[in-house]
C-alpha cells in the first residue's frame, strides 16, 4: 500500500522569505507525484507533477519540486513567496497504472506580511 | 471551457436521510473520480469511473454509498441512512482518459448530517 506523508500541518512565513513544505511518501512500486494547491473557499487545483524524465519539475508561479528516489521524497519550494501564495498545499502519489490520488494531511502555508 | 461542477455546494440534511451528489465532469474526459475530505480523515479516495463502469470502487467506506455514471458523463454518489460521521466535502474530479494523470477537481458539495 502507498501512503504519504506531510511533516508540517501549518507553516507561516514572512512575505518574500523562501519556503519549503515536505512530502515523504512511502511506496513498493514506482509511482507519480503530484502537489495540489487550495486556496481559500476554491477547489483543489494541480501545481505541478513528476511523471518521469528530470526529477526538478516546476510549476509557472515559481513553485519546484525534486523527485528523490533514495529518499523517497518530494518536497515543494520556493525562493520567494507572496500573500496570494496563502493556501493549502497537498502532496499525492498514483500508482503506475493506477489513477487513483493519494493524499497527504495538507500543510497550511500562511504568507504574512 | 466549463470545468468540473458540482451540485449542491451545498447540503444539510438529518441523520438517516438519503442524499444525491451530482457531478458533471469536464466535456469529453471519460475518466471520473469521487474524493471526500474530512477533518478526521483528510483527502481520500472513494470510487473511479472509467466510462459508466466501476472499475475502482475499493474507497468506498460502507454499503451505505453507492454511486453511478450514465451516458459516460453525470455521476451520482448516493449515501443512504446518512451518520453524522458522513459530513464532509465531496469532491469530484475527471481525467481525459484513464491514462492520464491530470485531474480537474470541481468546487466540492459540503454535506452536513444533523
Known sequence: AQSVTQLDSQVPVFEEAPVELRCNYSSSVSVYLFWYVQYPNQGLQLLLKYLSGSTLVESINGFEAEFNKSQTSFHLRKPSVHISDTAEYFCAVSVRGYNKLIFGAGTRLAVHP | ?114
Do not use: M
Not at chain 2, 471519460?30 to 471526500?36: D, E, V
Not at chain 2, 483528510?42 to 453511478?68: T, V, W
Not at chain 2, 451516458?71 to 443512504?80: A, H, K, R
Not at chain 2, 482518459?97 to 444533523?114: A, C, D, K, N
Open chain 2, 1 to 114: 471551457g466549463a470545468g468540473v461542477s458540482q451540485s449542491p455546494s451545498n447540503k444539510v440534511t438529518e441523520k438517516g436521510k438519503d442524499v444525491e451528489l451530482r457531478c458533471d465532469p469536464i466535456s469529453g474526459h471519460t475518466a471520473l473520480y469521487w474524493y471526500r475530505q474530512s477533518l478526521g480523515q483528510g483527502l481520500e479516495f472513494l470510487i473511479y469511473f472509467q466510462g459508466n463502469s466501476a472499475p475502482d470502487k475499493s474507497g468506498l467506506p460502507s454499503d451505505r454509498f453507492s454511486a453511478e455514471r450514465t451516458g459516460g458523463s453525470v455521476s451520482t454518489l448516493t449515501i443512504q441512512r446518512t451518520q453524522q460521521e458522513d459530513s464532509a466535502v465531496y469532491l469530484c474530479a475527471s481525467s481525459f482518459t484513464q491514462s492520464s494523470y491530470e485531474q480537474y477537481f470541481g468546487p466540492g458539495t459540503r454535506l452536513t448530517v444533523t
